[in-house]
């Protein structure tokens, strides 16, 4: 029995020394991202190495979390864990992370605020950098790119592309399963165009987006924008999320459906979407959002973290990797990028959206709770 | 063992198989039980409140997915069973190359995680998808008009091809223990091939066919993976479907439980009468006294 103690004790002691993780190494930068695989692989692939050549000893360690709002929530509960347990030293120095996570944070105080004293703010004159769903976060995240959502057609279906919600309306109307998207279940596209299409039918994008305030009465008006939009549905195709569209326009299935530019543009480049396919970004627009670069308020290494995000967000960095590697649209102001992007990809990236389309009709999201409340109000008013 | 502290006389004294059920029951306790009466309790919780708001508002906003949910699994392992069943007699009593060779292949799709079944599904059954098109070849459907399946229909087809063949080797296991000898005095008796199955191999071979069923049904109530693939963003939808939704979009856990107490009320007619079941085996196998 004594023995079988000892070795139980031992078992348990070097179970203790191999999970405690000991102290991390210095010089390393831990990075979570949230967002698609190919957020981690701009992170690990790209930018971490490039930033270890030009800085000797450091190193980037990088973890993801998963797309869309679930990836920013992982990274949210782990600080959140640790904000609660009053840990001295947080385990990650550098976040990527998509707007409501910049609520969530703020709401509970997990962020350092280092972004007006970094090298690249100069270069940010988004209005995303100063507020986000309606909350201030001057100074907590500098914008690593803008992902702007547009309608992808075929121009071999469509030749005149409807140029506003309402002449969309029409042209569904006309053309019955021709236009597809993944409702609000299946991914931001599909929100993204709804709530576009609330912005439209209300005229009231000031208010839902930028001013406020959050009424009750407001939400309650909408039911006949959602009962339209009920209707408008009967003659949708339904995709399976975001890539769904992708590959149903590929495939000829519908004709036109929302999309992110992003996405869109990678297809293009991998071969995966006809090269014929256009985009419009249609009046009175469709929101867009960027994702942010954070440092955690009690971060190992926030030095450290400054300076690689002072380097990923440089116009060499934004207009090399950002711009022309991955299609993103900058984080940064696109007046810096001239001179460090070729003109053709230039040219590419803002052909059918134009820099003019995207200061009019490149939108925000809404206030957070009229966020929720337009995802809830699809549920409860669009029943077919 | 003697000189151990908890066998000192008089001392109170563990009975000694506690320690060897600790480490089971500790981990089914902490990782199942905890969290199962946890998300129980939430369910009935909003602001730190008790509340019944969050089964209103999972009423109001999701009886049609709970009905579609409750549908599509109904259905689903009545078919996955059925199919299973007339698959697993073809097996046992049809001795051919084909047979043979089927044996060999039909645990494939066990093997092949939901994920890649939904992405291959997606390919499948698309509106220009390989289904589709084969038809749209050989002149059966028009390719302008092709068939829609990323509903009801092809949520079906995804799991039939998905659960019959886990179906077929519980039943097919089952029937491979009822001795020849049974059905050849059937068949001198001049019973006919259904009479053989309806008589003989499905009453002799019930509890496996049950025990199919149960497993299959408690598998698609929580599967998320395909129909979210499939017909993610489609009204009606399935509750897992909603429980993400309701998380990653609003982290509004309270009605995400409240659903999710939905899902249990499903299985758990089917779950009792599993562990009923079990516990008659385990009588059977070891009477006490």
Redesign the interface.
Same mark, same amino acid.
């Given at each position: 029995m004594r023995k079988s103690l000892i070795i139980l004790l031992v078992l348990l002691l070097s179970a203790g020394l191999v999970f405690a993780g000991g102290k991390k190494e210095a010089g390393k930068i831990v990075l979570m991202t949230a967002g698609d695989t190919n957020m981690l692989a701009i992170q690990q692939n790209v930018l971490g190495p490039q930033f270890a050549a030009k800085n000797p000893g450091t190193g980037l360690i990088s973890v993801h979390t998963g797309p869309g709002n679930a990836g920013s929530q992982r990274i949210y509960e782990k600080l959140l864990a640790e904000s609660e347990s009053n840990k001295e030293v947080w385990d990650i120095d550098v976040a990527i992370v998509h707007e409501i996570f910049m609520k969530w944070a703020m709401d509970k105080d997990l962020l350092l605020p280092f972004a007006k004293e970094n090298d690249s703010w100069k270069y940010v004159t988004s209005p995303f950098a100063k507020t986000t769903l309606g909350v201030n976060i001057e100074g907590y995240g500098i914008p690593m790119f803008h992902s702007q959502t547009a309608i992808a057609y075929n121009p071999q279906f469509v030749k005149n592309p409807p140029k506003t919600y309402a002449e969309l309306e029409k042209w569904v109307k006309d053309n019955p399963g021709k236009f597809g998207y993944n409702g609000v279940k299946g991914g931001a596209s599909g929100v993204s165009f709804v709530v576009g299409w609330v912005y439209w039918k209300t005229g009231r994008y000031e208010k839902l987006a930028v001013t406020g305030p959050v009424e009750q009465s407001e939400i309650a008006s909408w039911e006949g924008a959602y009962k339209a939009l009920e209707d408008f549905n009967q003659n949708v195709t339904y995709t399976a999320g975001n890539v769904g569209t992708l590959d149903a326009l590929n495939r000829g299935e519908i004709w036109m459906g929302p999309v992110w530019v992003d996405m869109f543009f990678t297809f293009m480049k991998e071969g995966k979407l006809n090269p014929e396919t256009r985009m419009i970004l249609p009046d009175p627009g469709m929101p867009g959002q960027p994702m942010y670069y954070v440092i955690p308020k009690k971060a190992a290494n926030p030095e450290l973290a400054k300076k690689y995000i002072a380097y990923a967000t440089s116009p060499e960095v934004q207009g090399k990797e950002i711009v022309e590697k991955f299609n993103w649209y900058p984080g940064i102001d696109g007046s810096f990028l001239e001179g460090k992007v070729p003109p053709e990809v230039y040219k590419k990236i803002y052909s059918d959206v134009t820099p003019a389309d995207l200061q009019k009709k490149g939108l925000s999201f809404p206030l957070a709770d009229y966020h929720t409340a337009m995802l809830e109000s699809y549920e409860k008013w669009v029943r077919k | %063992?003697s000189?151990?502290v908890i066998?000192r006389k008089g001392a109170f004294r563990l009975p000694s198989y506690v320690f060897l059920l600790f480490p089971a029951v500790a981990f089914i306790l902490i990782m199942y039980a905890y969290p199962f009466i946890l998300s129980f309790v939430k369910s009935f919780e909003l602001d730190g409140a008790f509340s019944t708001a969050n089964y209103k508002k999972a009423v109001?906003?999701?009886y %049609?997915d709970i009905t579609f949910t409750f549908l599509v699994t109904l259905f689903n392992s009545t078919l996955a069973t059925l199919l299973g069943v007339l698959l697993s007699v073809y097996f046992r009593l049809n001795d051919s190359f084909i047979s043979r060779t089927l044996i060999k292949l039909y645990r494939i799709p066990i093997f092949i995680p939901f994920v890649v079944v939904a992405q291959m599904m997606?390919?499948f059954l698309?509106?220009?998808?390989i289904l589709n098109l084969f038809l749209g070849k050989i002149g059966l459907i028009d390719l302008d008009n092709?068939l829609?399946l990323?509903n009801f229909a092809g949520l079906s087809f995804g799991f039939a091809w998905k659960l019959i063949p886990f179906t077929v080797m519980i039943i097919f296991g089952g029937f491979q223990m009822i001795d020849n000898s049974y059905i050849e005095a059937a068949r001198s008796a001049g019973a006919k091939l259904h009479q053989i199955i309806i008589k003989i191999l499905i009453p002799m071979n019930g509890s496996s066919i049950l025990v199919a069923m149960v497993l299959v049904y408690s598998q698609i109530v929580g599967t998320f993976t395909l129909p979210? %693939?499939?017909?993610?963003?489609?009204?009606p939808?399935t509750i897992t !479907?909603?429980i993400?939704?309701r !998380?990653?979009?609003?982290?509004d856990f309270g009605v995400a439980n409240a659903l999710g107490v939905f899902s249990y009320i499903m299985v758990i007619v089917t779950a009792v009468y599993y562990l009923r079941m079990n516990m008659k085996d385990a009588k059977i196998a070891h009477p006490i006294g």
């Open positions: - | %063992m000189d151990s066998g109001e906003l999701y %049609m997606n390919s698309a509106p220009h998808g092709p829609q990323f979210y %693939m499939l017909i993610g963003g489609k009204i939808t !479907v909603d993400a939704h !998380v990653n979009y609003y982290r």
